[in-house]
C-alpha cells in the first residue's frame, strides 16, 4: 500500500502519532482554544478546515489498523493494534469530539455559516442531541463484541476431501452440476456453522443489551429509534421500511418464487433444495473467470475503461499504488469490502477471491464504491467525501449493473448472458433476503426482552414470508440460525435496508444507461462527485433517479428485470 496526504497538513504536526492520545491532548487542546476564540465566520470556516483535517487523519489512521486486523485475523499484533484503536483511542476521542461539537452548535457564528455547510451543520446538531457520554464504554464494549464476531467467522473452515477449507472456496462448490458433492458440501459448512451457534448466540444476546441500553442512556424507548437517528436518517421513517417490506412481498417474493419454480424443473428435482439454489439450472458448470487474482485486476481495468475513460482513471490509481487486498486464505475475515484513506483520499478494497464469478461481481461492486471516494475526493470537508450509505451503494450497485455489458472481458457471448442473467436474478433474490433481515431487526429492537427462542421463531416466520420455495426438511435447525452468517446484524445494525433503497436506484441507472449511456454515466459520475454535501433525495436526483421505494417505483422496475430475464434467455 503506497499512500501519501493528497493535500499538505497545515494544522496537524507530521510526525505526530495518531495512535498515542498524549500526544493527541495537546492537538485536542488548540483546536479548543481556537474555536472559543472564534469571532466571525470567516475564523469559524478556517477552523473548521483544521478540525475535518484532524478528522481525516484521525479516520485513516482507524481505517488502516481495521484494514490490517481483517487481511489477517489470526496476527496477534495487528489484533493488539486494532483492539488498541477500540479500546483506548476511540474512548478518549469521543467526549473531546463531542465537546468540540457542543461548543460549535452554540456559537452564533454557527447558524450563520453559508449554504455549503447546511448538510453538516444538521449532523453536528444531531450528533449532539443523541451523544452521552456514559455510552463511550458501552460503545467501546460493542466494537470489541463485534471483533469476536468477525474473529469467530474469520476462522471458520471444513475438512472436505482430505483438506482443510474456508468457508468461501466451500461456497464455489455450490455451483458444481454434481447434487450429491453439493449436497455434502452444504451440510459439512452447516454443520461446522452450527459449531459455533451458541458462541455467536452468546455474543449477539450481549451486543443486544449494550445496544438497549446504549438507547434507553440517549432518551429513545428503543434502539431502533435510536439508531435512525444515529444514522442520521432525515428523509425516511421506520413506517416507511415496513412499507418497504410489504411492497417488497407483493411485487418482488412472487416473481423470486416463480424464478425458483424454473428452476426445480429444469433441475428436474422435487423438493428443490438448499444445495440446488447455487447450481446453473442448465446443469451447465460454474464460471471460471479467472485463474489469478492478477488476471481479475487486469480485464476489470480493460471493463472500466471501454465503459468511460474516467473509470480506466480511477481504477490505475488503486493497482499503481496497491490498494487491494484480494486472495482467500486462512485467518482473514470474510467478505468484501471498500474502505477509504481519508487523508490520502484513496480507497482500499478487500475481498476474498477464489476464481468464482461472484468474485468479479464484488470486484465491479467495491470498485463503484472506490469511484465513489475518488470523485468526492475534492470536497472541502472530511465530513462530504463520504455519502450516505443508501447513495453510496448506489455507486457499487449502479457500477455492476453498468459494466454487465462488457463481461465479454473474462467470457464468451453465451456465458455473459448466462451472467447477466443470474445478476438479475441473484437482485431479485436479494430484495427479499434484505426484507427479511431488516424486519428481523425491526423486531429484535422493539422486542429487547425476548428469549432466544422467541427470535428464532421470529425469524423463521421472516423466512415463511420472505423466503423461496426450497426445502429444508431435517435441516429445521440451520434454517432458525440462517442470519448468524449476515455480519451486519452483528456489526452495523439496521445497516442494510440501505441496500434495497439503494439497488433501486442503481437499477434506475440501468434503465437510464439502456436508453442513454453517456448520459447516464455523467448523470452518475456527477451524484458521486457531491459525496454527502448535499440531502439525499438531492444526491438522487443529481445522478437523475428518483429517491422512492414504494409500489410506484418497484412495480415497473421489477417489470423490466423480467422482461431483460426473458431477452437474455431466448
Same mark, same amino acid.
Given at each position: 500500500?503506497?499512500?501519501?496526504?493528497?493535500?499538505?497538513?497545515?494544522?496537524?504536526?507530521?510526525?505526530?502519532?495518531?495512535?498515542?492520545?498524549?500526544?493527541?491532548?495537546?492537538?485536542?487542546?488548540?483546536?479548543?482554544?481556537?474555536?472559543?476564540?472564534?469571532?466571525?465566520?470567516?475564523?469559524?470556516?478556517?477552523?473548521?478546515?483544521?478540525?475535518?483535517?484532524?478528522?481525516?487523519?484521525?479516520?485513516?489512521?482507524?481505517?488502516?489498523?481495521?484494514?490490517?486486523?481483517?487481511?489477517?485475523?489470526?496476527?496477534?499484533?495487528?489484533?493488539?493494534?486494532?483492539?488498541?484503536?477500540?479500546?483506548?483511542?476511540?474512548?478518549?476521542?469521543?467526549?473531546?469530539?463531542?465537546?468540540?461539537?457542543?461548543?460549535?452548535?452554540?456559537?452564533?457564528?454557527?447558524?450563520?455559516?453559508?449554504?455549503?455547510?447546511?448538510?453538516?451543520?444538521?449532523?453536528?446538531?444531531?450528533?449532539?442531541?443523541?451523544?452521552?457520554?456514559?455510552?463511550?464504554?458501552?460503545?467501546?464494549?460493542?466494537?470489541?463484541?463485534?471483533?469476536?464476531?468477525?474473529?469467530?467467522?474469520?476462522?471458520?473452515?471444513?475438512?472436505?476431501?482430505?483438506?482443510?477449507?474456508?468457508?468461501?472456496?466451500?461456497?464455489?462448490?455450490?455451483?458444481?452440476?454434481?447434487?450429491?458433492?453439493?449436497?455434502?458440501?452444504?451440510?459439512?459448512?452447516?454443520?461446522?456453522?452450527?459449531?459455533?451457534?451458541?458462541?455467536?448466540?452468546?455474543?449477539?444476546?450481549?451486543?443486544?443489551?449494550?445496544?438497549?441500553?446504549?438507547?434507553?442512556?440517549?432518551?429513545?424507548?428503543?434502539?431502533?429509534?435510536?439508531?435512525?437517528?444515529?444514522?442520521?436518517?432525515?428523509?425516511?421513517?421506520?413506517?416507511?421500511?415496513?412499507?418497504?417490506?410489504?411492497?417488497?412481498?407483493?411485487?418482488?417474493?412472487?416473481?423470486?418464487?416463480?424464478?425458483?419454480?424454473?428452476?426445480?424443473?429444469?433441475?428436474?428435482?422435487?423438493?428443490?433444495?438448499?444445495?440446488?439454489?447455487?447450481?446453473?439450472?442448465?446443469?451447465?458448470?460454474?464460471?471460471?473467470?479467472?485463474?489469478?487474482?492478477?488476471?481479475?485486476?487486469?480485464?476489470?481495468?480493460?471493463?472500466?475503461?471501454?465503459?468511460?475513460?474516467?473509470?480506466?482513471?480511477?481504477?490505475?490509481?488503486?493497482?499503481?499504488?496497491?490498494?487491494?487486498?484480494?486472495?482467500?486464505?486462512?485467518?482473514?475475515?470474510?467478505?468484501?469490502?471498500?474502505?477509504?484513506?481519508?487523508?490520502?483520499?484513496?480507497?482500499?478494497?478487500?475481498?476474498?477471491?477464489?476464481?468464482?464469478?461472484?468474485?468479479?461481481?464484488?470486484?465491479?461492486?467495491?470498485?463503484?464504491?472506490?469511484?465513489?471516494?475518488?470523485?468526492?475526493?475534492?470536497?472541502?470537508?472530511?465530513?462530504?467525501?463520504?455519502? %450516505?450509505?443508501?447513495?453510496?451503494?448506489?455507486?457499487?450497485?449502479?457500477?455492476?449493473?453498468?459494466?454487465?455489458?462488457?463481461?465479454?472481458?473474462?467470457?464468451?457471448?453465451?456465458?455473459?448472458?448466462?451472467?447477466?442473467?443470474?445478476?438479475?436474478?441473484?437482485?431479485?433474490?436479494?430484495?427479499?433476503?434484505?426484507?427479511?433481515?431488516?424486519?428481523?431487526?425491526?423486531?429484535?429492537?422493539?422486542?429487547?426482552?425476548?428469549?432466544?427462542?422467541?427470535?428464532?421463531?421470529?425469524?423463521?416466520?421472516?423466512?415463511?414470508?420472505?423466503?423461496?420455495?426450497?426445502?429444508?426438511?431435517?435441516?429445521?435447525?440451520?434454517?432458525?440460525?440462517?442470519?448468524?452468517?449476515?455480519?451486519?446484524?452483528?456489526?452495523? %445494525?439496521?445497516?442494510?435496508?440501505?441496500?434495497?433503497?439503494?439497488?433501486?436506484?442503481?437499477?434506475?441507472?440501468?434503465?437510464?444507461?439502456?436508453?442513454?449511456?453517456?448520459?447516464?454515466?455523467?448523470?452518475?459520475?456527477?451524484?458521486?462527485?457531491?459525496?454527502?454535501?448535499?440531502?439525499?433525495?438531492?444526491?438522487?436526483?443529481?445522478?437523475?433517479?428518483?429517491?422512492?421505494?414504494?409500489?410506484?417505483?418497484?412495480?415497473?422496475?421489477?417489470?423490466?428485470?423480467?422482461?431483460?430475464?426473458?431477452?437474455?434467455?431466448?
Amino acid at each position: 500500500m503506497q499512500t501519501q496526504h493528497f493535500v499538505p497538513r497545515r494544522f496537524l504536526p507530521e510526525d505526530v502519532d495518531l495512535t498515542d492520545t498524549a500526544q493527541l491532548a495537546p492537538i485536542f487542546d488548540r483546536l479548543k482554544t481556537a474555536l472559543v476564540a472564534v469571532t466571525s465566520v470567516g475564523e469559524l470556516e478556517t477552523w473548521l478546515a483544521s478540525h475535518s483535517e484532524v478528522c481525516a487523519a484521525l479516520s485513516e489512521s482507524s481505517s488502516l489498523a481495521y484494514i490490517r486486523m481483517t487481511c489477517q485475523t489470526d496476527d496477534a499484533e495487528r489484533e493488539k493494534a486494532y483492539l488498541h484503536i477500540v479500546e483506548v483511542v476511540d474512548p478518549w476521542l469521543k467526549p473531546r469530539q463531542f465537546a468540540l461539537l457542543q461548543k460549535l452548535v452554540s456559537l452564533p457564528e454557527f447558524k450563520k455559516l453559508p449554504p455549503l455547510y447546511a448538510v453538516y451543520c444538521r449532523s453536528a446538531e444531531a450528533q449532539v442531541k443523541i451523544y452521552r457520554e456514559e455510552n463511550v464504554a458501552r460503545e467501546t464494549a460493542v466494537a470489541k463484541l463485534t471483533q469476536q464476531y468477525q474473529k469467530v467467522s474469520g476462522g471458520m473452515t471444513v475438512e472436505f476431501e482430505g483438506k482443510e477449507q474456508t468457508l468461501a472456496r466451500m461456497a464455489r462448490l455450490q455451483e458444481e452440476p454434481d447434487r450429491a458433492r453439493r449436497a455434502l458440501a452444504w451440510e459439512a459448512v452447516t454443520e461446522r456453522r452450527l459449531q459455533d451457534a451458541d458462541k455467536l448466540d452468546d455474543i449477539f444476546d450481549r451486543l443486544l443489551k449494550l445496544r438497549h441500553e446504549i438507547a434507553l442512556a440517549a432518551g429513545f424507548k428503543d434502539f431502533r429509534d435510536y439508531t435512525f437517528a444515529n444514522y442520521e436518517r432525515f428523509d425516511y421513517t421506520p413506517e416507511d421500511c415496513l412499507r418497504f417490506h410489504a411492497a417488497i412481498e407483493h411485487h418482488v417474493v412472487p416473481l423470486m418464487r416463480e424464478l425458483q419454480s424454473q428452476r426445480r424443473q429444469k433441475l428436474e428435482v422435487d423438493p428443490l433444495r438448499p444445495w440446488d439454489l447455487g447450481v446453473d439450472p442448465d446443469h451447465l458448470p460454474p464460471l471460471q473467470p479467472f485463474e489469478e487474482s492478477s488476471e481479475l485486476l487486469r480485464k476489470c481495468h480493460h471493463i472500466f475503461s471501454k465503459l468511460d475513460p474516467r473509470f480506466g482513471d480511477y481504477f490505475q490509481i488503486l493497482r499503481k499504488q496497491e490498494l487491494v487486498d484480494l486472495d482467500n486464505r486462512k485467518g482473514k475475515a470474510p467478505g468484501g469490502y471498500q474502505s477509504t484513506l481519508s487523508e490520502a483520499r484513496v480507497p482500499f478494497i478487500f475481498m476474498n477471491a477464489v476464481g468464482a464469478h461472484r468474485d468479479v461481481e464484488t470486484m465491479l461492486h467495491e470498485a463503484g464504491h472506490a469511484f465513489h471516494a475518488l470523485a468526492a475526493r475534492e470536497q472541502p470537508l472530511h465530513a462530504y467525501r463520504g455519502a %450516505p450509505i443508501e447513495f453510496c451503494e448506489v455507486a457499487s450497485m449502479g457500477m455492476e449493473l453498468l459494466a454487465a455489458p462488457h463481461l465479454g472481458e473474462f467470457y464468451p457471448e453465451d456465458d455473459v448472458r448466462r451472467a447477466r442473467r443470474d445478476h438479475l436474478e441473484g437482485i431479485i433474490k436479494f430484495f427479499p433476503w434484505m426484507a427479511a433481515v431488516d424486519a428481523f431487526q425491526h423486531w429484535i429492537y422493539t422486542h429487547p426482552q425476548h428469549t432466544r427462542e422467541e427470535r428464532a421463531a421470529q425469524w423463521i416466520a421472516l423466512m415463511d414470508r420472505f423466503g423461496g420455495i426450497e426445502d429444508y426438511s431435517g435441516y429445521e435447525t440451520c434454517r432458525a440460525h440462517m442470519w448468524h452468517r449476515q455480519l451486519h446484524i452483528f456489526e452495523i %445494525p439496521f445497516y442494510y435496508v440501505e441496500y434495497g433503497i439503494a439497488q433501486l436506484g442503481a437499477l434506475q441507472l440501468w434503465q437510464h444507461a439502456r436508453a442513454n449511456l453517456s448520459e447516464a454515466v455523467d448523470h452518475y459520475l456527477r451524484g458521486l462527485a457531491l459525496g454527502g454535501s448535499r440531502p439525499l433525495p438531492e444526491l438522487f436526483a443529481e445522478a437523475g433517479l428518483a429517491f422512492d421505494f414504494t409500489d410506484k417505483t418497484i412495480a415497473p422496475l421489477m417489470g423490466s428485470v423480467k422482461e431483460s430475464l426473458v431477452e437474455l434467455a431466448s
